[in-house]
């Protein structure tokens, strides 16, 4: 199983992004879906969170700014900046918790990451 990150950039304060993850590989089902991001000197952070069925959650500093959605049948997740600040640039991590099959008589699960993308926003 592997995730691609795409969408990331340099953007002036008060744009917007569009961040998507595509998952690809012997998948069975993906459960949890999320953003992270780190910006340098910081700790890793969730920024957003999507279940299966569909419910979301946002750290505070992102509400009312970022979505999350996902696309099931695509099974790839998508993060929506908008209103951009410059404290919001950061590496950005998709990451999701898949079920899959591996060869093996059951299936198994496991916690992937994408390989980041870098967002920078200017001030």
């Known amino acids: 199983v592997q995730l691609q990150a795409s969408g990331g950039g340099l953007v002036q304060a008060g744009g917007s992004l569009r961040l998507s993850c595509a998952a690809s590989?012997?998948?069975?089902?993906?459960?949890?879906m999320a953003w992270y991001r780190q910006a340098p000197g910081k700790q890793r952070e969730l920024v957003a969170s999507i279940g299966s069925g569909g419910s979301t959650n946002y750290a505070d500093s992102v509400k009312g700014r970022f979505t999350i959605s996902r696309d099931n049948a695509k099974n790839t997740q998508y993060l929506q900046m908008n209103s951009l600040k410059p404290e919001d640039s950061a590496v950005y991590y998709c990451n999701a918790v898949v079920l899959y099959n591996d060869g093996s008589i059951w299936p198994r699960s496991g916690d992937f990451w994408g390989q980041g993308t870098l967002v920078t926003v200017s001030s």
């Open positions: 590989g012997s998948i069975l089902n993906i459960n949890d």
